[in-house]
């Protein structure tokens, strides 16, 4: 099995950064898309970004077009979401996921593996 462990989740205000990290452990990720989704208190989990396995496909959701760079690290192992211009909205739990395929996937049921999920919070 492939675990995945998200950090780097906080308290952040409303126009500012912050940077999440997934590491993988288990099988290797360098055939698998990575996704990051969130969950808002009330709501269901949501899309928010996904990379191809190479690293050369990325997809958004709308309303992080332009704020969010989803990346791969130079590990095959680690993959990372760069939060800029925060807004209250975008309070929630974020999880990374994964899948083994080649391409780029945005529902939620395509993911095989989840991490626990890490805390983001912002602040107005």
């Known amino acids: 099995q492939v675990r995945l462990v998200e950090s780097g989740g906080g308290l952040v205000q409303a126009g500012g950064s912050l940077r999440l990290s997934c590491a993988a452990s288990g099988r290797t990720v360098s055939q698998y898309a990575m996704g990051w989704f969130r969950q808002a208190p009330g709501k269901e989990r949501e899309f928010v970004a996904v990379?191809?396995?190479?690293?050369?496909?990325?997809s958004y959701a709308e309303f992080v077009k332009g704020r969010f760079i989803i990346s791969r690290g130079n590990a095959e192992n680690t993959a990372y979401l760069q939060m800029n211009s925060v807004k209250p909205e975008d309070t929630a739990v974020y999880y990374c996921?994964?899948?083994?395929?080649?391409?780029?996937?945005?529902?939620?049921?395509?993911?095989?593996?989840w991490g626990q999920g890490t805390q983001v919070t912002v602040s107005s």
């Open positions: 996921a994964a899948v083994n395929g080649g391409g780029v996937y945005t529902e939620s049921s395509r993911y095989d593996y």
């Open positions: 990379i191809s396995r190479s690293g050369g496909t990325t």
